[in-house]
Structures are given as C-alpha cells and as structure tokens.
C-alpha cells in the first residue's frame, strides 16, 4: 500500500512525495521569502497551495498559522527548525496557533501523563526561549473548548474507514482517534467562534502529510477552506542515518549539556575523504556532511559565507577538523545562551501546563 506513516516514518525520497502524493516543489516567487533562510536554502522543499494562502496574506485577507508538536522525546534541532519558521512569520504580523498534541502522546505512543507534562514543559519553555510568543494561540489538545472536541467528532462521521485506511495504512484504534484530533486542529480555527473561514497553513515534516490530505479531504465535504501546508526537509541524524529518539547520539538536545553535544559534534559523520592527502586533492562532500548540514539548517545566517564554505570544503581548502571546530565553538555560545532563556520561562511554561493539563487517569 502506498502511504506514509505518520508516527514512524523517514522520508527520504522526497521525488516520491512528488510524483505519488501531490506535492508541489516550493519554488521561490517573492523575494520576501527568500529572506528566510529555510526557503532561499530550499530546506523549505514542498507545499500544498502555499501561494493561495501567501497571495491571501499579500491582499489583507485573513490568513494563520497553524502547527505543534507531540512531547514524546527531547526537544532538538529538528523541532528548533519548525519554531524557526513560526518566528518569521510572527514577525510579519500574522497569528499563530501552535498545538502540543497530549493526547496523541498518551493515546499513540501510551506515555504516561507526569511524562508527558514534563516534556510539554521543556518544549515550551525551548519554543518561547527562541522567540515564540506566548501570547500566541497555544493549547494542549487535552484542554479545548467543547466544540474543538464536538468538531472532531463530527468530522469521523465524514469519512468511512476504508478512506482512512486509504490515507494512513494499517490503524490502531489510538491512531484513528489521533487522526481526526488532529483534523481538528488543523480546520477548527475555521470555527465560526474562532476566526471563520479563511486560508490556513500548515507547516509540518512530510511524514505529516497524510494528517494535511485527511484535512483537506474533510474541508471539501464540510464547506471549508482546504488548508494550505509547506514540508521542510527531515534533518538526517548525526550519524548521517534516522534521526531517532531513542538513539541520543543522532541528536542534538537543546536541554543537554554543551560538553554532551561537543563530543555529538565532534563524532558526527563528515564529507570528508579517506586522508589529508586525498581530502586536499579531491576536496570534501559537504553534500555528504552533516557538520554543513548544521550549518546550512541553524548556525550560518549568511548565504554568501555558507557558499563560500562549500566552496572552500569541495577545493580541499578547508578540513573537516576545522569546520568541526568552529560549529562547536559556534554552538557552545548559541547552546549557553539559550539554555539560560530556557530558564528564564520555565516557570511561565510550568504554570501553563499546571493550568491546563489535567488528566482523569
């Protein structure tokens, strides 16, 4: 069966999301975007009618953000990457909502709840230490109004089971419940008490997709709005394989200590050749690299200098030792800088949550 599976899946050739399930490769049309890094680097590499709802905001027509997170594991780059965007489009003016999908976490990966709190709260205070508002649109899925959860309800009596096995694969009961949760997140700010009608985005990892076609599906046959959504490339995991949670060396935390991600760093798969000697003959693979990599996603804010780094690595003019040495050194200051605004709103993070999350069992 051709379907990605939200809550496992890597994808990894993006020309099948292409060619099999109808994304669109993002291609750059305004020079604003290419203020982000994310879209000018191409990290940003599909949509869904993105310029539908882009030209909707360019009018001053009613236009939001929405996207979350489930607090199953540390908070990393990867996520950092998804804050990331919600920031700039903070900047333009344009609301937010940013969901932390509890219940998918106890009903899909059957966390137990002080667990779930306590990651909640490390994602939090993270998102707000990079610059998210907290006076955004932000809520647990556990702790919405009524008609967020009549809305769900209503919205599996639009579809038959044999069309969700279509879209996701193999289901547990967990998973179909999760399903529509999420179709509600996406479509609820529709909701005649939230916004009304208008073009919403999504921006999400591909393996999402499946929750962005379910939702668009849903909008026709209720009379919305199709959501719009973008897909930003999966960030490979140290190793160069899956990024994975339950393997801490393929990540980098955002909560662990500078001296932990120094020795991540300093392990992490190269582009480098076999010798010095081959390596200043035949240059290095940054295409290979995750140390550029890192440097294209998070820690290199010039395009010029990020060129001029690939350039320098593929002529052999620069080591590997070398580029390792300056990420961590660039790493170290940004790691120390923001682990102290982690702490700076983990009481603001801890008193949301103590708030609004409250669980029977």
């Not at 009018?59 to 965007?85: A, R």
């Not at 649109?137 to 769900?152: E, G, M």
């Not at 700010?189 to 962005?212: A, F, S, T």
């Not at 995991?237 to 393929?250: A, F, I, R, V």
């Amino acid at each position: 069966m051709n379907t990605i599976d939200p809550w496992s899946s890597s994808i990894i050739d993006y020309n099948k999301l292409f060619k099999d399930f109808g994304i669109k490769k993002m291609e750059i049309k305004d020079d604003k975007l290419r203020e982000n890094r994310l879209f000018s680097r191409g990290i940003i590499f599909g949509h869904r009618d993105f310029y539908k709802w882009w030209d909707d905001f360019k009018s001053g027509n009613t236009v939001s953000i929405l996207t979350g997170m489930m607090p199953s594991g540390p908070f990393h780059l990867g996520h950092k990457m998804v804050i990331d965007q919600l920031v700039w489009y903070q900047k333009l003016g344009i609301p937010i909502t940013f969901a932390i999908a509890d219940i998918e976490a106890r009903t899909v990966r059957k966390m137990g709840p002080e667990r779930v709190k306590e990651i909640t709260v490390s994602y939090l205070s993270n998102a707000f230490a990079l610059g998210l508002d907290p006076g955004q649109d932000i809520y647990l899925q556990s702790n919405r109004s009524n008609s967020y959860y009549k809305f769900a309800d209503l919205l599996s009596s639009k579809m038959t089971f044999s069309e969700i096995e279509a879209i996701y694969g193999e289901l547990s009961p967990g998973k179909v419940i999760s399903a529509f949760v999420q179709a509600s997140d996406i479509l609820h700010k529709q909701l005649p008490e939230y916004m009304g009608k208008h073009r919403v985005l999504v921006p999400v990892g591909p393996d999402q997709d499946p929750h962005i076609r379910l939702a668009r599906d849903l909008a026709d046959r209720i009379g919305f709005v199709k959501p719009s959504s973008t897909y930003h490339i999966f960030a490979r995991g140290l190793d160069g394989e899956k990024m994975s949670s339950s393997k801490p060396n393929s990540y980098i935390s955002l909560d662990e200590p500078v001296d932990v991600m120094k020795k991540k760093v300093s392990n992490a798969l190269t582009g480098g050749r076999n010798t010095l000697e081959e390596q200043k003959e035949l240059g290095g693979q940054p295409e290979k690299c995750i140390i550029f990599e890192l440097y294209k996603y998070h820690f290199e804010e010039s395009d010029e200098k990020l060129e001029e780094r690939k350039r320098m690595c593929k002529a052999g003019e620069i080591m590997c030792g070398e580029c390792k040495k300056e990420l961590i050194k660039r790493m170290s200051s940004w790691l120390r800088t923001h682990q102290s605004n982690v702490k700076k709103f983990k009481g603001k993070a801890e008193k949301f949550v103590d708030d609004n999350m409250e669980y029977p069992f």
